[in-house]
């Protein structure tokens, strides 16, 4: 499931973002919503973050949500070198996201399992320790697929 | 986009939320969701509904209790909640979203994609 949903336009290699908020901005921007679909999308994330931080520790953060302007479940993986002040659980910075959003019924629960499936591999990629090391965003693209079919 | 559609849409994005956090499924994956939290959302919950026109929420929320929830993407033209098609000259409206509309078919509250 994970796998079909990594695609290379929906990668962003060095994200560019410092804050919570400029992060939720620039990890929606390869969904390429209108710009009426954009705010939903963007407020339903901001109220998420708002009753807790989806920052897990370690590094990683997992902002999600569902929303009545999607049509089907979507994931965003983004790396900071630098790192982001997410709010994070563990108060360190965040250096790798994993956007994910869905509409609000999806058949079989799709979404709660392809969370969970994204949560076990962001801490396969902290394990691994390789994910900030990569040469460039195609050595990136074929790591994360390779911890995607170890999930 | 219509005011209240827009907020219609971000009581069932908060409901879609809700009901995830109050999940076991959920719960076990390691997010905070911690009561407080909860009734942090469902304070924003009540703040949106209570600008929406009365008669709107009462039906949004007879339409939710029926369908699991109370608003529904059109998508290609069709219903997502019953797969009803729009008509073309329906679908192809210039004002679409300007106002609060229901599916024909199911009732639903619609929004337009």
Request: proline share 4%; charged share 35%.
């Amino acid at each position: 499931m994970i796998g079909e949903l990594l695609k290379k336009d929906r990668i962003i290699y060095n994200m560019k973002a410092k804050s919570k908020d400029e992060a939720l901005k620039e990890l929606i921007e390869p969904l390429n919503l209108s710009d009426e679909r954009r705010k939903v999308v963007l407020e339903a994330l901001r109220k998420r973050e708002a009753i807790g931080s989806t920052g897990i520790g370690h590094g990683i953060a997992i902002p999600h949500t569902r929303s009545v302007v999607l049509d089907s479940v979507a994931l965003v993986v983004g790396r900071s070198k630098e790192g982001v002040d997410f709010d994070a659980l563990d108060g360190k910075p965040v250096h790798l996201f994993f956007l994910l959003v869905a509409p609000p019924n999806d058949p079989g629960t799709k979404y709660l399992i392809t969370l969970g499936e994204v949560a076990r591999m962001a801490k396969k990629l902290i394990e691994k320790d390789e994910y900030l090391k990569t040469a460039d965003e195609e050595a990136f693209f074929k790591l994360l697929k390779e911890v995607a079919g170890e999930v | 986009m219509d005011d209240v559609i827009e907020k219609l849409i971000a009581l069932n994005d908060i409901d879609a939320m809700l009901k995830d956090a109050e999940s076991e499924e959920y719960r076990s994956l390691g997010f905070e969701t911690k009561e407080e939290c909860i009734e942090k959302l469902k304070k924003m919950r009540e703040e949106i509904a209570s600008s929406i026109p009365r008669q709107v929420v009462k039906r949004y929320e007879k339409l939710r209790r029926k369908y699991g929830r109370g608003i529904a993407p059109v998508v290609n033209s069709v219903c997502t909640n019953c797969f009803m098609q729009f008509p073309t000259e329906v679908a192809s409206r210039t004002d679409k979203n300007q106002k609060v509309e229901f599916c024909p078919n199911c009732g639903i509250i619609i929004y337009w994609t």
